[in-house]
């Protein structure tokens, strides 16, 4: 399916930048598809072969941040696919919640999550994601039924620095 595509290659980003996807199962997850377990990379001595050694080993950091995941099989050149929504500033898009009830619901828990709550964008053709802060007002001030994301947010192992200082302010 198409979403489960999509959050495979975001699993895959998540999983190259040394941190965990948890998965929360689908009956239950309610504006949250699961959680980045955060580590951090920790440099150790180890015996290898008689010889002291230096690895690099990823160690929990107790962090977690959340993640509502969409994705699309492909993105249109021009107006709306599924949850993709084409704005007239090409500096953003929009993903499409469909009513303004659903987007506010899901705003209550994402404001209400422990730590920083992301919403990921997939492109599973080009297998390109993309982030938006769920707790900056700026994500939906657009339009009441879709949550904004600057083109050039694209989620990958640099973006984790950004999004660990969200993590800090919250």
Not at 12 to 18: F, K
Not at 51 to 64: A, I, P
Request: with cysteine; charged share 25%; glycine share 8%.
């Amino acid at each position: 399916s198409v979403g489960r595509k999509a959050r495979t290659i975001f699993e895959q980003v998540v999983l190259d930048s040394g941190h965990l996807f948890q998965q929360i199962d689908g009956d239950l997850d309610n504006g949250i598809d699961g959680y980045i377990r955060m580590r951090k990379k920790q440099i150790v001595k180890k015996v290898i072969k008689n010889k002291l050694t230096k690895c690099v080993e990823f160690v929990e950091t107790g962090n977690l941040i959340g993640v509502q995941i969409k994705g699309v099989s492909k993105i249109p050149k021009s107006g709306s696919n599924s949850y993709y929504v084409n704005y007239a500033n090409k500096q953003k898009f929009g993903v499409n919640f469909s009513k303004e009830e659903s987007l506010k619901k899901s705003k209550k828990i994402w404001q209400n999550f422990v730590g920083p709550m992301l919403l990921i964008f997939v492109d599973n053709d080009r297998q390109i994601c993309w982030w938006a802060d769920l707790n900056n007002l700026d994500s939906y001030k657009d339009n009441s039924y879709c949550v904004s994301i600057p083109q050039v947010q694209i989620f990958n192992s640099i973006s984790f620095r950004q999004i660990n200082k969200i993590g800090k302010e919250h």
